[in-house]
């Protein structure tokens, strides 16, 4: 292996923040090195635990991330955070918003937090947040937290890749459980409702409960329902609890190895995917696929063969 590559991977794994740093923005842009960085770091990765936490925007996800890296820093854990959020880049407020309320652990080495770029993610952003995730989680981390907006495939997408997911609501602000995409209801493992000092918790709580007669899990764990007042902190120790709770359940069934193969398939179908595509395009020349596309339209040559050529090799 490339003496450098080593090098970096001791000096991170020793805690080196400017290290992990720099393999974090390497493999977020796709850099010079990035695949030779990740396949040397994932014999080391695999040892972490993952929580994923989605939520409409507002819903105080960031606020609860933030009691829970307290907590779990009382208990000695190391902490990686990775913020995914989408309305960012438009507001510039909830990244702004998320260092200065996180800037208090900022002293403290076992907590780094790590806001990811969204737009033009180059891997996909599902994908480029696995690979983040991978490089922390050989980086010695105990435990992972992802922040994530549920709104749309891409925020399903990333939250499964977690051991755990946990999907927050709030009452109120008219978004009934039913509202809520149900995509996003089936993958939570744990319920929070926050902002429980509003009215209306026991409303929302009803409503999930309701749905939950409904649905069947195959895994047999009914996910459970915590009410927080992340603002105050106020029910954390209790979404701890769950969340051992929900790891012992996956450890007595012996679920834990089965849904990370689960993820994988998915992973590695995607990446698949994105290799074989790229592949592709570098067959083609520049300006080629706009060329074909031309061609296709006026109706001087069918889709169809074009694609099976260019999949069989037989286009340049
Ligand atoms: N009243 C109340 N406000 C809260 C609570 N949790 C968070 N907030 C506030 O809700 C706003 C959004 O919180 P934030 O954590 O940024 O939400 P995010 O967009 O989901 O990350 C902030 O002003 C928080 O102070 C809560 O439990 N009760
Ligand atoms: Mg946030």
């Given at each position: 292996m490339n003496p450098e590559i080593q090098t970096w991977i001791e000096q991170l794994r020793a805690g080196d923040a400017r290290a992990l740093a720099r393999a974090i923005s390497v493999v977020e842009n796709h850099s010079v090195g990035w695949s030779e960085l990740l396949k040397a770091i994932f014999?080391?990765?695999?040892?972490a635990r993952i929580l994923g936490l989605t939520g409409q925007p507002g819903a105080g996800k960031s606020t609860l991330v933030d009691q829970l890296a307290r907590y779990y820093r009382k208990e000695g854990l190391s902490i990686g955070i990775i913020a995914v959020d989408p309305t960012s880049p438009y507001t510039g407020g909830a990244i702004l918003g998320d260092r200065i309320r996180m800037q208090e652990h900022s002293?403290?080495?076992g907590i780094y937090i790590r806001s990811m770029?969204?737009?033009?993610?180059l891997g996909g952003l599902a994908r480029t947040t696995a690979d983040v995730s991978t490089i922390l989680d050989a980086s010695g981390r105990d435990l992972i937290m992802i922040e994530t907006v549920g709104v749309g495939q891409d925020e399903v997408d990333i939250v499964r890749l977690a051991d755990i997911t946990v999907v927050i609501l709030v009452p109120g602000?008219?978004?009934d459980v039913q509202t809520i995409k149900a995509g996003i209801m089936e993958i939570a493992d744990i319920f929070v409702i926050n902002?429980?000092?509003?009215?209306g918790a026991e409303r929302v709580e009803r409503e999930i409960r309701a749905l939950q007669s409904l649905a069947v899990r195959t895994d047999k764990w009914t996910p459970l329902i915590v009410k927080t007042v992340a603002t105050e902190g106020t029910g954390i120790p209790e979404l701890a609890g769950a969340i051992r709770e929900y790891e012992n359940h996956l450890q007595r069934e012996n679920l834990a190895l089965k849904r990370n193969i689960q993820n994988w398939q998915a992973r590695l179908v995607e990446m698949l995917r994105d290799a074989m595509l790229e592949k592709a395009r570098h067959q083609l020349g520049d300006g080629e696929m706009a060329q074909y596309a031309a061609e296709v339209a006026e109706h001087k040559r069918d889709p169809y063969t074009l694609i099976e050529e260019i999949v069989q090799g037989r286009r340049h």
């Open positions: 014999p080391y990765s695999g040892h002293s403290d080495a770029a969204t737009r033009g993610s602000m008219g978004d902002k429980s000092d509003r009215e």
